[in-house]
């Protein structure tokens, strides 16, 4: 049943709206909010994320234990369905490189550094940095919006992919710093396997040799971040030219892009292959 949860992930994502209409978190926010600000749990950050993380999921284990034993559990695939794709990232990052790239076609540095900020949220004191941010962007984007859910998702099931989800949530959205920094240490933990793994997949459909060495440098390193390594190996492996505004850079988010959907498509093989021999 995972794999065809994951099939139809992609067809509604693609062909529907039911993503902007799943993806709605104004209600634990507010309650994320709530926690943050109430003195019994303002100071104990740890007790926060279980509200708000470990609760949420500790009800779907339960509500899935209960539906699993409904019509010879068929009933869960429409569940499994709504968690993943409420799991995966927000937002649409190619539509929000549109106007990126149409800054960098005309070669207008300036309204380029002005839309990768308001857009993007990559600020830069030169086209390099820049450049490289907005790449940066695009593959942290994919990994922890796509392949970060779907790896737990496919391992663990819908438990681990909303998770996943709400870890990332607090880290990025908790107005808390405890809060945020133990959400981050937990999502640092989680991305841990799935990163590497991406990186791999990379080596296999990308620069193999160029990817091997970035990638044996850092393969046991536990400090560097899943989304400084991405973006140093999505860039290897995709070998995008010199960062500069114009066409290039236009040409090296085309390359980045390939990159990843070439990935995508090792990763549902192998999918396949596991779902057909275990």
Known sequence: MSFLVLLLAIVIEKFSALRRQVQRDDAWLKQLARLEAAPRTARQPWLVLALVVLLPVLVLHLAMLIIGSVAYGWMLLPVHLLVLIYSLGRGDVLAALGPFRDACRRGDVQAAVHVAERDLHVQADNEQQLIFGVQAQLLWQAYQGFFAVIFWYALLGPVAALAYRLLALSAEKASSKPVAERA?????????IPVRLLAASFALVGNFAAVSRELLQELLNWNISAARLVARIGCVASEVPAPTVG???????????????????????????????F
């Open 184 to 192: 981050g240490q937990l999502c640092h933990a989680f991305d841990w």
């Open 247 to 277: 066409i290039s850079a236009v040409n090296s988010l085309d390359l980045i892009w390939e990159l990843l959907v070439r990935s995508a498509v090792v990763w549902y093989a192998g999918f396949a292959l596991w779902t057909l021999l």
